[in-house]
């Protein structure tokens, strides 16, 4: 299937700081989807994008989360003010043209400091 | 709000025997795809399997199969002869079906599978 990339593979931050991690799909989606997995953690839903929309967040999707698709392309989640608990895996995801498989990017891992 | 639970936290199997992994789920839906997403330690989220809630036939992926039990809320995966490669936390995830809108995953907590050689 079609792939999903995910940059930086590993960003380190401050505490407080601001960090915008991006995901680049192959070919035209129009429904992508960000987790977030705490290490040791399960997967957990963050927020689904359609559109250029925010289609639906989870609690943890509160404001100092934003998403955008900047350029048509890529598909960026920024973070506005790290805190130590935001240290995590974030993978972006893409369906399938079913619409009903989501197929995951290698992930960020945000190591904030 | 659907919930998703695996109760065994880590299996061990030895090379080329079979295991199987348990996961249970809690909802009220009826239209709804369940999932097995595998993890090595690259961390990658690789998709394993899949099964829609409306088929009666279990899905078979090469060496990995279900047993889904629908009343029960019941969704197991069986990985036959077992391979070192196979060593990953394994999840299961519950997705509930809308026209229209993003479908999100809900994971269990994953279950550390370790393939002994």
């Known amino acids: 299937e079609p792939e999903v990339t995910q940059t930086p593979s590993h960003q380190v931050t401050q505490m407080g700081q601001e960090v915008i991690l991006r995901c680049v799909p192959i070919s035209n989606h129009l429904y992508f989807y960000w987790y977030r997995q705490i290490l040791g953690q399960k997967v957990e839903f963050l927020v689904s994008?359609?559109?250029?929309?925010?289609?639906?967040k989870s609690e943890i999707f509160d404001d100092q989360f934003s998403v955008e698709r900047p350029d048509g392309s890529n598909f960026t989640l920024k973070i506005r003010s790290t805190k130590l608990e935001d240290s995590a895996m974030y993978f972006c995801?893409?369906?399938?043209?079913?619409?009903?498989?989501?197929?995951f990017g290698p992930g960020t891992r945000l190591t904030v400091l | 709000a659907q919930t998703v639970t695996q109760s065994q936290p880590e299996m061990s199997v030895q090379e080329a025997e079979t295991v199987t992994l348990s996961c249970t789920y809690d909802t009220s839906e009826s239209n709804y795809y369940l999932f097995w997403y595998k993890q090595p330690p690259s961390r990658q989220m690789i998709l394993v399997i899949r099964q829609e809630a409306y088929k009666q036939q279990n899905a078979t992926e090469n060496r990995f199969s279900v047993n889904f039990q629908k009343a029960a809320k019941s969704f197991s995966l069986k990985i036959s002869d077992s391979q070192l490669g196979d060593t990953a936390m394994y999840f299961c995830a519950f997705m509930k079906l809308r026209v229209n809108a993003g479908n999100m995953l809900t994971f269990g907590g994953g279950t550390r599978l370790m393939v002994k050689p």
């Open positions: 994008f359609y559109n250029n929309e925010i289609s639906e």
């Open positions: 995801a893409k369906v399938d043209r079913g619409g009903n498989e989501q197929f």
